[in-house]
């Protein structure tokens, strides 16, 4: 079972508008990741948040995090092309492993 | 480059054989994980190894199993294929427990039929 759920399933902007995808999750965590994956490939690695934290940079992404509402945000500002990939949320349960969301898709058009 | 790699990149077998999965990690990277991945869905956890012991399971059943070596190698062996087994399989590793930042190889794109 996923742990975690991305809102929206798909998301389509154009070049340069920001995209906003969203993430719940269903029990305490340690920290949240947010990975990227491009056409059914590996995963990639964007930024981690811990528990304590409530926001994090890093470059055009901005990352929120409210335990109390379990929930987490990615916002990617002045897309580009190159972003389109989809988009995942994962969280560790306070285990030492990973659960996954069911993913974002983000399309940006050029 | 995670510096993570996997073979074969494509692979075709038939319902009830088996298949062996290669993940090769980043030197000093203690943690592998794998995972499977459906078309359209987010990667599942099936096991870890932590120092070539396992160390954690997902809702997978005993005919997937795995093995880690010293030199960074692993594998992902499934018995009597399925053709819901058909999927994405991805390793990654960690420096240390697979709760923290991974880095992914490319994938097995594994078909049964």
């Known amino acids: 079972s996923q742990q975690g759920e991305e809102d929206p399933q798909a998301l389509s902007i154009q070049e340069g508008e920001n995209a906003t995808m969203n993430c719940s999750y269903k029990t305490s965590i340690n920290n949240l990741q947010w990975y990227r994956q491009n056409s059914g490939r590996g995963l990639v690695h964007l930024i981690l948040?811990?528990?304590?934290?409530r926001e994090k940079h890093s470059g055009r992404l901005r990352v929120t995090l409210d335990t109390s509402k379990k929930s987490s945000s990615l916002l990617i500002t002045a897309s580009r092309a190159a972003d389109t990939a989809s988009y995942f949320c994962?969280?560790?349960?306070?285990?030492?492993?990973?659960?996954f969301g069911t993913g974002t898709r983000l399309q940006v058009f050029p | 480059e995670t510096g993570v790699t996997q073979s074969p990149t494509h692979l075709i077998k038939t319902r009830g054989q088996q298949v062996t999965l290669r993940c090769s990690s980043q030197s000093g990277h203690n943690t592998v994980s794998w995972y499977q991945q459906a078309l359209g869905q987010g990667p599942q956890f099936i096991f870890q190894y932590y120092r070539e012991e396992e160390n954690g399971r997902g809702n997978f059943p005993p005919r997937f199993s795995g093995l880690q070596f010293p030199n960074y190698s692993s594998e992902l062996n499934v018995n009597a294929l399925e053709l819901d087994d058909s999927a994405l399989y991805l390793c990654?590793?960690?420096?240390?427990?697979?709760?923290?930042?991974?880095?992914f190889g490319p994938g097995t794109r594994l078909t049964v039929t």
């Open positions: 994962a969280t560790d349960a306070n285990t030492d492993k990973l659960i």
């Open positions: 948040i811990r528990s304590n934290e």
């Open positions: 990654a590793s960690s420096i240390d427990r697979a709760s923290y930042e991974q880095y």
